[in-house]
């Protein structure tokens, strides 16, 4: 399959210069990304995770032209990145969660401006998507507000749409809800599934909420040791892993532990609440249909598993079974 991101046994070692002794020095390399391979089609929002040092940042950073892979074939839109960082700039995007590209001591909208001349952006079109940008993410009182003086969740909504003052076909996002509060992360999330679904913008997505996936992307992609592990959608990830949502009910009154068919069974009981576990790739509305039907309901909950512990059970699984990692059948 052609792709718009395409990458074909792409890898990217580093030399480390470390210290042994007062005149000595060791040379070591770290491969970073190994022998990856894999296809992202126009329009596609696809998660990008992994464990702390796998390889994700350094593959965004070749995708972007940052860093010249050290072997293998890698094209965004048919373009060679570290070759034609310039010609592919114009047509991709980047937010960094933890990193700001706005003017930080300039109001907001001066970064704007400084954007609209870096680009090149035609007036018309800046005008059209700074007015959009203000609307959906709500930063018409935010203009005139220097950035350092913005919120987290206030800068992070102003640094998304910097990155889309000149309708980039690629979004690159490293952990763009970070720190956020519920309603910014809500805000976000909303505004990315309209971008995706009205202009087709192809999203890559770093994170380390599992939410950011699952409202956001039908396939994700798990990396660890610079490998793919797997490719699929969700549901797939946490089959493999056999990772579980909880359930929190709270009852009217405290009673015995709630009567569920396995495997979704009753792990704590404290007063009128209860916690029951069951498999995260199982829809809970049965069991709250259950609950409901035959017990006193007040409330209820459902917590999703930790992104890194679904990641690990992942990995562990995969490493105690012979067979290949789970491939994308329609990549
Ligand atoms: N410039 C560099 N020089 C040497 N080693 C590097 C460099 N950049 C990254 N590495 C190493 O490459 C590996 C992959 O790092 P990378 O930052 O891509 O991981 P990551 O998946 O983004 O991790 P995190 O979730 O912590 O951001 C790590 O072992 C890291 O130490």
């Known amino acids: 399959m052609t792709g718009f991101i395409e ?29 990856l391979t894999f296809r992202v089609a126009r329009g596609e929002m696809v998660g990008y995770i992994g464990p702390n040092g796998a390889g994700k940042s350094t593959t965004v950073k070749m995708l972007t032209g940052i860093l010249t892979p050290s072997g293998g074939r890698l094209r965004v839109a048919g373009i060679d990145p570290s070759r034609e960082r310039t010609r592919l700039a114009h047509r991709m995007g980047v937010v960094f969660g933890q990193r700001t590209t706005l003017w930080w001591d300039l109001p907001l909208i001066d970064s704007y401006r400084l954007v609209h001349r870096m680009y090149r952006i035609p007036e018309a079109r800046y005008r059209a998507n700074l007015e959009r940008c203000v609307e ?17 969740g206030q800068r992070m909504r102003g640094d998304i749409a910097a990155a889309l003052l000149h309708d980039p076909e690629v979004l690159y996002l490293d952990e763009p809800t970070i720190g956020l509060d519920v309603v910014s ?7 990315l599934r309209d971008l995706n679904a009205e202009r087709g913008t192809t999203v890559l997505l770093t994170t380390h ?9 039908s396939r994700v992609m798990v990396i660890d040791h610079g490998r793919l592990m797997y490719d699929g959608p969700l549901a797939g990830l946490h089959e493999v892993g056999e990772s579980e949502r909880t359930l929190v009910v709270d009852l009217e009154r405290e009673l015995p532990p709630v009567a ?41 909950s459902v917590r999703e ?15 105690d079974t012979p067979e290949p990692p789970a491939e994308r059948a329609s990549a």
């Open 7 to 35: 990458l074909d046994g792409v890898e990217k070692v580093f030399e480390v210069r470390r210290r042994t002794g007062l005149l000595r020095r060791e040379r070591r390399q770290v491969r970073a990304v190994d022998s």
């Open 209 to 217: 909420d599992l939410q950011d996936i699952e409202q956001l992307c």
């Open 260 to 300: 569920v068919p396995a495997p979704a069974r009753v792990v704590r009981v404290e007063g009128p609440r209860q916690w029951l576990a069951f498999p995260a790739a199982q829809s809970a509305a049965p069991l709250v249909a259950r609950i409901a039907a035959e017990y006193p309901l007040a409330d209820l």
């Open 136 to 152: 959906l993410l709500e930063l018409a009182d935010l203009l005139d507000v220097p950035v350092r003086q913005l919120s987290l």
């Open 185 to 191: 992360k809500a805000r976000v999330r909303e505004f």
């Open 305 to 319: 598993p930790d992104i890194e512990a679904v990641i690990a059970r992942m990995l562990h699984s995969l490493r």
